[in-house]
């Protein structure tokens, strides 16, 4: 028969990449202090990695050794598994869009849930509560619109808008034009210069 260790490590190895363990989920194999030490000792033998508070990934084993999961990994499985909203910060979508040639040094998103850092081997992210209004449509290209204005601000927003109306799709654009109503005065203002004339 399989220690609970065993048990776990099963489990958490036939996870894809990223996607996350908690003592919580883990409860119908035994009693929380047992889970626990378990988990305890799944880290201190490197099976598993402490990502946050009650929160465990996998390594990733290949051929050239063992590394913690992609950061971008985690993050999609955590929103999935929570139902929060979690996107790249405004920094990282401006780059992405082509607004700014700076690339963030620190890894940070923006969540609707709370605040936390998870730590991934010598990584770092950063999840940094926002308001609802800034993880708007979080796979789409609008969402990152409004990402990326929201870091510029209001300085750097009407060369930004100048450049993305000739950047976006038509059908981008409708999309953008129909979160006025969440967004900021100062972005709806900005965003309305992309309506069609006439």
Not at 48 to 53: D, F, Q, T
Not at 105 to 130: C, D, F, I, N
Not at 162 to 182: C, D, F, H, Y
């Amino acid at each position: 028969m399989n220690t609970l260790a065993e048990q776990i490590e099963a489990l958490a190895t036939a996870l894809p990449e990223g996607e996350s363990l908690s003592a919580k989920a883990l409860l119908h194999l035994g009693t929380r202090e047992a889970v626990d030490q378990a988990l305890s000792r799944l880290v201190k033998r490197k099976k598993l990695i402490r990502a946050a508070r009650g929160l465990y990934v996998c390594p990733v084993t290949s051929r050239f050794g063992t590394r913690p999961p992609a950061a971008a990994k985690v993050v999609e499985a955590l929103a999935s598994q929570t139902g929060e909203a979690i996107v790249a910060s405004g920094a990282a979508a401006a780059n992405a869009l082509g607004l700014t040639t700076q690339v963030p040094v620190k890894e940070v998103y923006l969540t609707s849930g709370r605040g936390r850092t998870l730590k991934l081997g010598k990584h770092q992210v950063e999840l940094r509560h926002a308001p609802a209004w800034q993880t708007v449509l979080p796979q789409s290209k609008a969402g990152q619109v409004v990402r990326a204005l929201t870091w510029l601000g209001k300085l750097g927003a009407p060369s930004a808008v100048s450049m993305l109306q000739q950047k976006l799709a038509p059908t981008e654009i409708q999309e953008l034009l129909g979160l006025r109503r969440q967004l900021p005065s100062w972005m709806a203002q900005e965003i309305s210069r992309m309506a069609p004339r006439g």
